[in-house]
């Protein structure tokens, strides 16, 4: 007969051996996740776009690798951002998201310390909604520069 005792230890050892062993890969993956190129200090991520995307623009998870443009004239699920487009894509072709963090572009001309919000058409403004949600997505640093933070909607 086994003792209880042993083969809790035993697994608890094989689960302290299983982690060490995979934290390398944890650690890889991290990496990935971090972009710290001329174009964002940020965390990207890949999705598919269920349609077609301009750049700079709010998407929100549609299914597990999918993603597609928001809108927060709709639901709340609609107005729920999860990251923005670092380029325009076609339909169900791999798009790159900028999730947290900095992002950088000639095309982002706000002041410095304006709060960014989600837009009907699902691009950035400086301009509060003043019907059905309103999502913060973060604020300018100036100079082309945005300081992703995304917020949940609040409904208006």
Known sequence: MTNSKSF??????????YIRDNMELIE???NELIDTSESATSVQESFLCR????????VRRYYFDTVKL????????????????????SKNTKTKIVTY??????????SQDEVLYL??????????????YKT?????????EIFINIQPPIEV
């Open 8 to 17: 809790l230890l035993n697994t608890r050892d094989m689960k302290d051996i």
């Open 28 to 30: 890889n993956k991290i």
């Open 51 to 58: 349609d077609a995307l301009l750049g700079l623009r709010a």
């Open 70 to 89: 928001c809108d927060p004239s709709a639901t709340y699920f609609d107005a729920c951002v999860y990251g923005i487009t670092l380029a325009g894509n």
């Open 101 to 110: 963090g900095i992002l950088k572009d000639t095309n982002l001309d706000f």
């Open 119 to 132: 837009n009907t058409d699902g691009s950035i403004t400086n301009v509060a909604p003043s019907t059905t």
């Open 136 to 144: 913060i997505i973060g604020y300018s640093l100036g100079n082309g």
